[in-house]
Nanobody, 125 residues
Framework: QAHLAESGGGLVQTGGSLRLSCRASGRTFRHNAMGWFRQAPGKEREFVAAQSFKGDKDYADSVKDRFTISRDKTQDTVDLQMNNLKVEDTAVYYC???????????????????WGQGTQVTVSS
């Protein structure tokens, strides 16, 4: 059974940086898209960033130029480097994987069928 485990969340001040990491186990995602979603209190879950197996990347407009997604296929990991964090970035961040082989990058949450438990990111003013 596929499993995704996130790490790296925490508390940071406005303008600070955090790096989230996610490791897959139970199956490989080397030929699949992986990404990140987030959900803030009282809000719907939203797309943050994703990367295809080919390396194509997509970012939500709200995080473009501040967040960077990267993957290490040999380790089956996906990271999210978050810089210049804002209070509105506060949310639970979820690592996601698409079990469709050779799948493209998608922004819709129902395209991803494996989800991690989430890690809390809190940005204070």
């Amino acid at each position: 059974q596929a499993h995704l485990a996130e790490s790296g969340g925490g508390l940071v001040q406005t303008g600070g940086s955090l790096r989230l990491s996610c490791r897959a186990s139970g199956r490989t995602f080397r030929h699949n898209a992986m990404g990140w979603f987030r959900q803030a209190p009282g809000k719907e879950r939203e797309f943050v960033a994703a990367q295809s197996f080919k390396g194509d990347k997509d970012y939500a407009d709200s995080v473009k130029d501040r967040f960077t997604i990267s993957r290490d296929k040999t380790q089956d990991t996906v990271d999210l480097q978050m810089n210049n964090l804002k209070v509105e970035d506060t949310a639970v961040y979820y690592c996601v994987g698409d079990t469709t082989v050779w799948g493209a990058v998608r922004r819709e949450s129902d395209e991803y069928d494996v989800w991690g438990q989430g890690t809390q990111v809190t940005v204070s003013s």
